[in-house]
């Protein structure tokens, strides 16, 4: 495994680690795709096993990957006295960290790029083809995307539970403790400022990609597993790529057994990727 270390600066001076998987030598990769910036999820990092994988099976045939860190990178960290990390996220600013990866990889030569996320990356990435008119990223591939969707889960069998957590993040707020943390169980247990668990879960619904999916217009595949049966992950791979429908292509692949992320198949999930990113040849490819 060929792989380099890298960092790399942001627009608003925030760096970035990361790691480079060189195209396999000697390898035809097959379709137009040259590249895949690889997003992890909630709470992790560039080198999460998700990410990891992913990137080294894709670069033995032939694709170059960069999996990245998002500035909302594992729990919490600091820098000149702020607070980072997921438990500060706000989930617009991913855009600045992936438009990031994307200018390091056309820096490098490669023309048609996927963007790639899993969990909490795979909204990001499929909220980067909805806001975000870059023409150099030729597909979005969300793998297990989370539902952020104040409506459905006030209409879920978890409503009171929600509501009592956007309560008291409401009173946080209230109070001007907006960037306390907050020890939440649903929908995920995580810790959150109330700031970021209103961002990402409050009723501006601000990333609410079913609604958002009608502004994608590159080609998209979502992933998800059969075994993804919570309230923040039913059924929503294939209402997203169902919304979709100014994608000129938009495909859901249910994998069989398949658990959040797809963590325990990984060789299938794989697969779809290479089958998808082989399938592209007459799809546009970037600048």
Known sequence: MLVDLINLT??????????????KSGVDKKGPIDAVLVMHGSQGNFY?????????????????????????HDNVWSRDGKLYGNAYDILDRCRIDIRAGVDYLWELGYRGIAILGFSMGAVRVAYYAATENDERVATTIPISPVRLSYSYYMESPDAAEFKGII???????????????????????????AASYLDKHGPAERYNLVTLA??????MLVIGGSL??????????????FAAVNSPRSECV?????????????????????TWLASLATQRVGV
Not at 257 to 274: D, F, M, T, W
């Open 10 to 23: 942001t627009s608003d001076d925030i760096k970035l680690d990361g790691v480079v998987f060189a195209p």
């Open 48 to 72: 999460d096993a998700s990410n990891t994988i992913m990137a080294d099976r894709l670069s033995q045939q032939g694709y170059a990957c960069l999996s990245l860190n998002v500035v909302s």
């Open 167 to 193: 309560d008291w993040a409401d009173q946080m707020e209230a109070e001007d403790k907006a960037m306390e943390l907050l020890s939440v169980d649903f929908p995920i247990s995580q810790l959150f400022s």
């Open 214 to 219: 009608p502004k994608i217009q590159i080609p």
């Open 228 to 241: 993804e049966t919570h309230t923040r992950l039913l059924n929503m791979a294939g209402d997203l790529a």
């Open 254 to 274: 249910i994998v069989e057994g398949g658990n959040h992320s797809i963590s325990n198949k990984r060789s299938e999930a794989s697969a779809a990727v290479l």
